[in-house]
T-cell receptor, first 110, second 115 residues
Framework: ELKVEQNPLFLSMQEGKNYTIYCNYSTTSDRLYWYRQDPGKSLESLFVLLSNGAVKQEGRLMASLDTKARLSTLHITAAVHDLSATYFCAVQTGANNLFFGTGTRLTVIP | DSGVTQTPKHLITATGQRVTLRCSPRSGDLSVYWYQQSLDQGLQFLIQYYNGEERAKGNILERFSAQQFPDLHSELNLSSLELGDSALYFC??????????????FGPGTRLTVL
């Protein structure tokens, strides 16, 4: 079965700093998603990455995909408090279901 | 607001009981997916329906079943409930059958507590 690992699981960072969340997956896939979840809330789609070398940016978040390394990264630039949430990567294989990572709980400290 | 609605928001019941969770997809979306989120198992895919037909199956227990109706809303039925079934159940929808840029949009979830 496809395994998706994220690290770190918990991330506490100061406002204004940069950091990267990593997502590794175990088998071939060509579609990777990043979602955000606020406490007690639903999942909000952030990015869909479809091909090797894909890079997408929205505000202070940038996601990239390396299908050969089976690795995706979510880079946070100059963090602000509003980015505090849990971030999930999810990998989609030939079937239509998503395999989710464990999530990274990000806390941005003023 | 994703446009996906789920009812009820919270459900508290006892072991051995049966409950039904309801999901209405975004307007025009043909696929509905069900996921379970719990502390020990994380987010797990349960089942997908596309235009009324079962399309993909994940880690769904035999005690659980789902269906999608002609108006495209879906119901997830959980029976012989156990304490371990306590979780947040999400429904998601997508325009097509999956693949490509067919992003899944998640509903607000139903929090099920089994006592």
């Amino acid at each position: 079965e496809l395994k998706v690992e994220q690290n770190p699981l918990f991330l506490s960072m100061q406002e204004g700093k940069n950091y990267t969340i990593y997502c590794n997956y175990s088998t071939t896939s060509d579609r990777l998603y990043w979602y955000r979840q606020d406490p007690g809330k639903s999942l909000e789609s952030l990015f869909v990455l479809l091909s090797n070398g894909a890079v997408k940016q929205e505000g202070r978040l940038m996601a990239s995909l390396d299908t050969k390394a089976r690795l995706s990264t979510l880079h946070i630039t100059a963090a602000v408090h509003d980015l505090s949430a849990t971030y999930f990567c999810a990998v989609q294989t030939g079937a239509n279901n998503l395999f989710f990572g464990t999530g990274t709980r990000l806390t941005v400290i003023p | 607001d994703s446009g996906v609605t789920q009812t009820p928001k919270h459900l508290i019941t006892a072991t051995g009981q049966r409950v039904t969770l309801r999901c209405s997809p975004r307007s025009g979306d043909l696929s509905v997916y069900w996921y379970q989120q719990s502390l020990d198992q994380g987010l797990q895919f349960l089942i997908q329906y596309y235009n009324g037909e079962e399309r993909a199956k994940g880690n769904i227990l035999e005690r659980f079943s789902a269906q999608q109706f002609p108006d495209l809303h879906s119901e997830l039925n959980l029976s012989s409930l156990e304490l371990g079934d306590s979780a947040l159940y999400f429904c998601a929808s997508s325009p097509h059958g999956g693949g490509g840029t067919d992003t899944q949009y998640f509903g607000p979830g139903t929090r099920l507590t089994v006592l």
